[in-house]
């Protein structure tokens, strides 16, 4: 019975991955409804894992702060920084990269007691660094991770396919 | 849990991390592979965008016109 049931899950995953294939390579009709469906809950069954994996993490943290663990300083800046985040959102902050550099800003001007014009030479200055950040080393970056990520998903997609991934199985 | 950050690709690639069949180590052949083709890809993209401004400039420093 297991190796019927190994053979089934694998059976059923090759079959759904099969159709979800055709369908977003050119099915019409009946199959692009089939696919479109098929997307929509793997879409909310992600979504699903996604907020597990955050409680996940927070207990896990939670756990190593209380029982003093190691590197449970970092746990503490973990949680802090994701409540900060949480509570900004919260409170209608639409993107907290421009309310940082707004306080950096601020506390820059305040600090540096120049006058407004070197408050401002600077705030320029900061803006552009900021945005030279975001468009080279930044950008690099996330382009290489998207990369591994996205040739990495057609591997595992494939493994899926032809039925030698094994993790819905053991 | 893991010591280190797994990121990106890394997640995927977890079972080979853990456990040691060939079809893990298959998946990280190939995906290597994959990685080394679009590097080459990219390589020779960007040398066939940078050949004429780099053909012209050579000609200016070579004819000295």
């Given amino acids: ?29 009946s199959i692009q409804g089939i696919t479109n469906l098929l997307l929509q809950l793997t879409v909310i069954s992600v979504a699903v894992t996604i907020l597990l994996g955050i409680l996940n993490l927070f207990s896990v943290h939670l756990r190593r702060i209380t029982q003093r663990q190691r590197g449970w300083v970092y746990s503490i800046a973990l949680i802090g920084s994701a409540a900060v985040v949480i509570v900004l959102w919260v409170l209608g902050q639409q993107s907290t990269n421009a309310m940082l550099l707004d306080t950096v800003e601020l506390v820059n ?21 900021r945005q030279w950040l975001l468009a080279v080393p930044v950008s690099a970056g996330a382009r290489g991770i998207l990369l591994g990520i996205a040739l990495a998903t057609v591997v595992t997609g494939v493994r899926v396919l032809i039925g030698q991934d094994r993790s819905y199985r053991e | ?48 965008t940078i050949r004429e401004p780099v053909g012209e400039a050579l000609a200016r420093l070579l004819g000295g016109g």
């Fill in chain 1, 1 to 29: 019975m297991g190796r019927l049931g190994a053979a089934l899950a694998t059976a059923i995953a090759i079959g759904f991955g099969v159709l979800t294939l055709w369908g977003l390579i050119g099915g019409t009709g």
């Fill in chain 2, 1 to 48: 849990m893991a010591d280190q950050p797994l990121i990106g690709e890394e997640l995927f690639l977890a079972g080979a991390y853990l456990g040691d069949s060939a079809s893990q180590r298959a998946s990280v052949v190939t995906l290597d592979f994959l990685r080394w083709l679009l590097i080459l890809g990219l390589l020779i993209a960007t040398a066939n």
């Fill in chain 1, 109 to 129: 001007r305040r600090w540096r007691a120049g006058g407004v014009r070197a408050g401002t030479a600077r705030t320029a200055h900061t803006t552009e660094i």
